[in-house]
C-alpha cells in the first residue's frame, strides 16, 4: 500500500464521515439534505469566512492597545 492509497482512503473516509453527519442533522430537522448543504457551505461558510479574520484583527488590535497601556504605567 503506497502513500497515495492511504492518502486516498483517508479522502474517502472523511467524505463518507461529512456526508453521514450531513444527513443526520437533515433527518434530525426534518429537511433535506440539500438545505442542510445549503446552509452550511452558502449560509455558515461565508459568514465565518468574513468574521473569524475580522476577530482575529480585532483582538490584534486590542491586544496592542492593552500592551501599550501596560507600558506606560
Do not use: H, R, W
Not at 44 to 65: G, N
Amino acid at each position: 500500500m503506497t502513500i497515495l492509497d492511504i492518502i486516498a482512503d483517508l479522502g474517502m473516509g472523511i467524505y463518507a464521515y461529512c456526508t453521514d453527519f450531513t444527513i443526520n442533522i437533515a433527518n434530525l430537522t426534518n429537511t433535506s439534505y440539500y438545505e442542510v448543504n445549503f446552509f452550511l457551505f452558502c449560509v455558515l461558510f461565508p459568514v465565518l469566512l468574513i468574521a473569524l479574520p475580522c476577530t482575529a484583527f480585532f483582538l490584534k488590535f486590542k491586544l496592542k492597545k492593552l500592551k501599550q497601556l501596560t507600558e506606560i504605567q
